[in-house]
């Protein structure tokens, strides 16, 4: 019996622009990206704690470190202004909630997609009417990646990286290429993450690798200084073309504005 293999095209966007937030619905073909610089929002971790839940401020004070939990205040209070801004939901009203991958998603609106990914200093969040996934990486000096070569990567994937004039900025592309498809999948790391594919190109996968029919594609960005990122989405299209980039106002009523998009 034959087995469906869908394709997954990875490629690089060589140049992002990040651009302040606007008022526009998100079109059918359209993946948003938000970023978030943490230190511009640290001083209103107080007023954003206002639009999270009691159980989330119950799990905020669980973290041990304060930068943690000013990080899921401010990131999990962000993400709900943005989900608001495409629902017409008030922002106090979003709840989350998860499948049994613990991805989350609103059962109100299943049609809308989203996926957030931190890393130091930045998060990101993406949103489409498509299933996406995200990942965002700092590029760190004093990690020792080549001893996970070998358990996350192929022999070509391993090759490459240690082939590449830069073999830091090659490993963790593959790496969040990975990290973003199997997001997106809601597979997460398990024990086919060293079989997903990553490098350039088109690839077939089996699909009881990934138990999708879909086809994908899988874009590298540099999103700042050392930070490097990848968007998973399904569909195989010139979707690229429709990748924006918005930079989230760090102003509560600007954030207030933003949640007032009126979608089509």
């Not at 690229?240 to 009523?253: A, E, G, T």
């Given at each position: 019996?034959?087995?469906?293999?869908?394709?997954?095209?990875?490629?690089?966007?060589?140049?992002?622009k990040?651009?302040?937030?606007?008022?526009?619905?998100?079109?059918?073909?359209?993946?948003?990206?938000?970023?978030?610089?943490?230190?511009?929002?640290?001083?209103?971790?107080?007023?954003?704690?206002?639009?999270?839940?009691?159980?989330?401020?119950?799990?905020?004070?669980?973290?041990?470190?304060?930068?943690?939990?000013?990080?899921?205040?401010?990131?999990?209070?962000?993400?709900?202004?943005?989900?608001?801004a495409?629902?017409?939901?008030?922002?106090?009203?979003?709840?989350?909630?998860?499948?049994?991958?613990?991805?989350?998603?609103?059962?109100?609106?299943?049609?809308?997609?989203?996926?957030?990914?931190?890393?130091?200093?930045?998060?990101?969040?993406?949103?489409?009417?498509?299933?996406?996934?995200?990942?965002?990486?700092y590029?760190?000096?004093?990690?020792n990646?080549?001893?996970?070569?070998?358990?996350?990567?192929?022999?070509?994937?391993?090759?490459?990286?240690?082939?590449?004039?830069?073999?830091k900025?090659?490993?963790?592309?593959?790496?969040?290429?990975?990290?973003?498809?199997?997001?997106?999948?809601?597979?997460?790391?398990?024990?086919?993450?060293?079989?997903?594919?990553?490098?350039?190109?088109?690839?077939?996968?089996?699909?009881?690798?990934?138990?999708?029919?879909?086809n994908?594609?899988?874009?590298?960005?540099?999103?700042?200084?050392?930070?490097?990122?990848a968007?998973?989405?399904?569909?195989?299209?010139?979707?690229?073309?429709?990748?924006?980039?918005?930079?989230?106002?760090?102003?509560?009523?600007?954030l207030?504005?933003?949640a007032?998009?009126?979608?089509?």
């Amino acid at each position: 019996m034959r087995t469906f293999k869908p394709v997954i095209e990875y490629s690089t966007i060589k140049d992002i622009k990040l651009i302040p937030c606007k008022l526009a619905p998100l079109d059918t073909d359209e993946i948003i990206i938000y970023t978030i610089y943490l230190p511009d929002f640290i001083e209103l971790k107080s007023d954003l704690s206002q639009f999270l839940t009691s159980k989330e401020l119950k799990k905020a004070q669980r973290f041990f470190k304060e930068i943690d939990r000013s990080r899921f205040i401010i990131y999990r209070s962000i993400l709900k202004f943005v989900l608001a801004a495409h629902t017409k939901l008030n922002v106090k009203n979003i709840y989350l909630d998860y499948q049994f991958n613990k991805k989350p998603y609103l059962a109100s609106h299943p049609w809308l997609f989203f996926n957030l990914s931190h890393s130091e200093d930045f998060a990101a969040i993406a949103v489409s009417r498509k299933n996406v996934g995200l990942d965002i990486e700092y590029m760190s000096k004093d990690f020792n990646f080549t001893s996970l070569l070998p358990d996350v990567f192929d022999d070509n994937q391993v090759l490459q990286i240690q082939n590449a004039a830069d073999k830091k900025h090659a490993f963790y592309t593959s790496w969040t290429r990975k990290e973003a498809f199997v997001k997106a999948l809601g597979k997460g790391i398990d024990e086919d993450f060293k079989q997903i594919p990553s490098l350039d190109g088109q690839h077939k996968i089996d699909f009881s690798l990934i138990k999708n029919s879909k086809n994908w594609q899988v874009n590298s960005f540099n999103l700042a200084d050392s930070y490097l990122g990848a968007v998973a989405f399904e569909n195989l299209s010139a979707i690229s073309r429709n990748l924006v980039f918005y930079i989230i106002p760090n102003k509560i009523d600007k954030l207030l504005e933003m949640a007032q998009i009126k979608n089509n």
